[in-house]
């Protein structure tokens, strides 16, 4: 079945540092590719996505690259903030005519100190 | 607005109580969905309706049984709590349109389930 493999955290990163975390997939089809961060005692929020190879999803200053033939959409920014301080999650979207569903990943905690 | 509310956001209940949590939409989604959030953060999809029409019920135990009164509303009802429902059960709701696997969804800020 579908699933999504993403890197064990936690990450604890220095203000301004370069943040980058792993996501690759299995899936049968063609998904789309989702990261969504959820913040401390919040829910998740859509933070980008993609919807076919080569695809970049941007938001926020964070990147990811849909790579069909690596199968991975890993998530960077370039200078992190405190308040970047989350659960990441990586998910793909399969199914078709109102049957799609979100496969996550298990969730990357990162912590960005001053 | 909030898009997708849910109530309560706490429920503390004894083992063996029943329970029902709520959601609503004001997106004009067709599609919603339930998520249980476990201790180690990991998320699975429990259900989702289609326009009040079940159509992902992912083997879980016939204890819970959502319940669509209208397309803007998923109610989750629990019988017989157990130890192991302790969660955070998120609702989420999605465009739906037929064919994509593109749509975004969009979560409520969850019901953290403590059985006690």
């Known amino acids: 079945g579908d699933s999504v493999t993403q890197m064990e955290g936690p990450v604890t990163l220095s203000e301004e540092a370069f943040l980058t975390i792993n996501c690759t997939y299995t899936a049968t089809g063609y998904p789309s590719l989702f990261w969504y961060v959820q913040y401390p005692g919040e829910g998740l929020q859509l933070l980008l996505k993609?919807?076919?190879?080569?695809d970049k999803g941007s938001n926020k200053g964070f990147e990811a690259t849909y790579r069909k033939e690596t199968t991975s959409f890993h998530l960077e920014k370039g200078s992190v903030q405190v308040s970047d301080s989350a659960v990441y999650f990586c998910a793909l979207s399969a199914g078709t005519g109102g049957s799609e569903k979100l496969v996550f990943g298990k969730g990357t905690k990162l912590t960005v100190n001053p | 607005d909030t898009a997708v509310s849910q109530t309560p956001k706490y429920l503390v209940t004894q083992m063996g109580n029943d329970k029902s949590i709520k959601c609503e939409q004001n997106?004009?989604?067709?599609?919603m969905y339930w998520y249980k959030q476990d201790s180690k953060k990991f998320l699975k999809i429990m259900f989702s309706?289609?326009?009040?029409?079940?159509?992902i019920n992912e083997t879980v135990p016939n204890r819970f049984s959502p319940k669509s009164p209208d397309k803007a509303h998923l109610n989750l009802h629990i019988n017989s709590l157990e130890l192991g429902d302790s969660a955070v059960y998120f609702c989420?709701?999605?465009?739906?349109?037929?064919?994509?696997?593109?749509?975004?969804?969009?979560f409520g800020p969850g019901t953290r389930l403590t059985v006690l």
């Open positions: 309706y289609n326009n009040k029409e079940l159509i």
């Open positions: 997106l004009g989604h067709d599609t």
């Open positions: 993609a919807t076919k190879a080569d």
């Open positions: 989420a709701s999605s465009q739906g349109l037929a064919g994509l696997s593109t749509d975004t969804q969009y």
